[in-house]
């Protein structure tokens, strides 16, 4: 079988294939014209038939990792990115490419009516081709997603470390979420940055908001705790919740060298005494004013 | 030979590091150091280390070492002005500086020394400190 002759039949064809494929996408119950326009469709269709024509237009249809077919794939990977970003589903990108193989395959039909032989070769080849384009489009889709996930993962670590400075010379840092080797780097970073930039010299982490302690997560505070005190700053952890306290022990980690409390409050009015501050009631109801 | 100057403040010695240690350097340090405290019967020692960006586990163990050497000698140390990155490097190293006080500035090291060796040479600046803050 001569696979160029094949190969110049679709570039003839190339308008009723390019008709074909838009008509297979848009009747697609699941096309998404609302993150898409039609117009678009179009445009990337025919870029993409372009491209894929003349990559196989000297009869390579077996392997998709030569150079002419770095434009075609160039241009596939672009629009599953995109698509990925849009939120478009893996089945919705992936039918892109496999309605194409519809509408190429009912050209050759067309073409081979008298010669099924022939035919089911040619069906075979365009089979192969569109699955390891199909494979690539999946392979790009999942890499654009992925790039979406790392990048909410930094963002929340970003967002998740503030440091608060909840008096003069006193810093509160609420953990939320599990601490992991890197958040911890960033949470130890930010405190011993703020405790820099304030002159404060005391600092309050707060780990309320940590579903659980293991021996790791220990390992991480007492290292904050290490660190805060090399800078010269006393460090307190508040917010410890009967569960964690149980672990705590249970898992025999020391924690006796550190100051802890159960809540940021009474963290607070230790943090209060150590500077030699008072919170006490005014005569008039309410009002709390501090003394030095 | 390069040395690091050490100065005399009443009772108690005066170091700063504004250049990154070597090893050599580090061990001369020690060695005058605690001449100097053997010498003077100096009760306390600060060393600010905030022009220090580089550490190693070598200058960590002198840090120890002298703090050591000088309690045997009834003198306290203070390390003053550690920088971020330093104190998360010898957290890292394992090196917490067990025995050593820390303070973020010389003006706090210096007000700890004195609170720790119950040396009064601020009195009257205290006096006039104290309360007095009225509420509104």
């Given amino acids: 079988m001569d696979t160029n002759s094949t190969a110049r039949l679709l570039l003839k064809k190339k308008q009723d294939i390019l008709v074909n494929w838009m008509q297979n996408q848009l009747l697609d119950d699941t096309l998404r014209d609302d993150l898409l326009s039609n117009e678009e469709l179009n445009k990337q269709s025919e870029e993409f038939l372009d491209g894929l024509l003349k990559a196989t237009s000297d009869g390579n249809f077996e392997n998709i990792y030569t150079p002419e ?201 230790i943090a209060f005494e150590m500077l030699n501050l008072q919170v006490r009631k005014t005569g008039q109801a309410g009002n709390t004013k501090l003394l030095r | 030979m390069d040395r690091i100057p050490i100065l005399k403040m009443g009772p108690f010695l005066l170091v700063t590091i504004q250049v990154d240690l070597y090893d050599r350097l580090a061990l001369n340090l020690e060695n005058d150091l605690i001449t100097m405290v053997s010498k003077t019967g100096a009760r306390g020692v600060l060393i600010d280390i905030s022009a220090v960006t580089i550490v190693d586990s070598f200058m960590g163990r002198i840090l120890g070492n002298i703090a050591s050497m000088s309690r045997i000698m009834d003198a306290e140390t203070v390390v003053v002005g550690m920088q971020p990155a330093v104190a998360i490097t010898l957290v890292e190293l394992g090196l917490t500086l067990q025995g050593v006080h820390t303070a973020l500035n010389v003006e706090r090291g210096m007000d700890l020394l004195y609170q720790k060796t119950d040396i009064l040479l601020h009195q009257d600046e205290e006096e006039e400190e104290a309360p007095e803050q009225d509420p509104e």
């Fill in chain 1, 69 to 269: 077919f770095e434009q075609t794939l160039d241009v596939l990977g672009d629009i599953s990115i995109t698509r990925a970003r849009q939120g478009f589903s893996p089945r919705e990108t992936n039918l892109y490419v496999l309605s194409l193989k519809q509408a190429l395959t009912d050209v050759l039909e067309q073409e081979h009516q008298n010669d099924p032989r022939l035919l089911y070769q040619e069906v075979v080849l365009i089979n192969k081709l569109l699955d390891s384009l199909s494979l690539a489009t999946f392979e790009t889709y999942l890499k654009g997603r992925e790039e979406v996930i790392l990048r909410q993962t930094d963002e929340i670590n970003e967002i998740s470390t503030p440091v608060i400075r909840v008096w003069d010379g006193i810093l509160a840092l609420p953990i939320i979420g599990t601490l992991d080797s890197s958040r911890t780097q960033i949470v130890m970073e930010n405190l011993l940055q703020e405790i820099v930039n304030t002159g404060s010299s005391i600092a309050i982490l707060d780990i309320s908001g940590v579903p659980a302690v293991d021996s790791l997560v220990a390992q991480h505070l007492i290292k904050t705790v290490s660190a805060t005190r090399l800078m010269g700053a006393e460090c307190i952890i508040s917010g410890i919740r009967a569960e964690i306290a149980q672990t705590i022990v249970h898992l025999g980690i020391d924690l006796s060298n550190i100051r802890t409390k159960a809540t940021l409050a009474s963290a607070l009015q």
